[in-house]
């Protein structure tokens, strides 16, 4: 079974954009069956705050994800990287 109880801190001081209408926000770094709640959506452009990164469900063979803090309401979760322009070698891992 996925862990949904990841640790983060606010480590990383990244801005990105959201690529895509209807992307999931989190409570944990994993997606479909068995994956975490599904906290919120996100709508293209909606602007993030990167918090630091994890590795969890691949989205597109890409398995970061990222704890972000939404600038339009101050909701705290989990995004896949791929929707996304945060670089983790820019990142703070959590």
């Excluded at 209807?22 to 709508?43: D, F, T």
């Excluded at 989990?78 to 929707?83: A, D, F, G, K, T």
Aim: hydrophobic share 30%; net charge negative.
């Amino acid at each position: 079974m996925l862990s949904c109880s990841h640790a983060w801190s606010n480590k990383s001081a990244q801005e990105s954009i959201v690529y895509g209408d209807g992307v999931n926000l989190r409570s944990g770094p994993h997606s479909g069956s068995g994956g975490c709640s599904i906290i919120g959506q996100l709508q293209a452009g909606e602007r993030l705050y990167a918090h630091c990164w994890d590795t969890g469900t691949a989205v597109n063979d890409d398995q970061a994800w990222w704890h972000v803090r939404r600038q339009s309401n101050n909701q705290n979760g989990w995004v896949s990287n791929w929707y996304t322009a945060f670089q983790t070698n820019n990142g703070s891992h959590c």
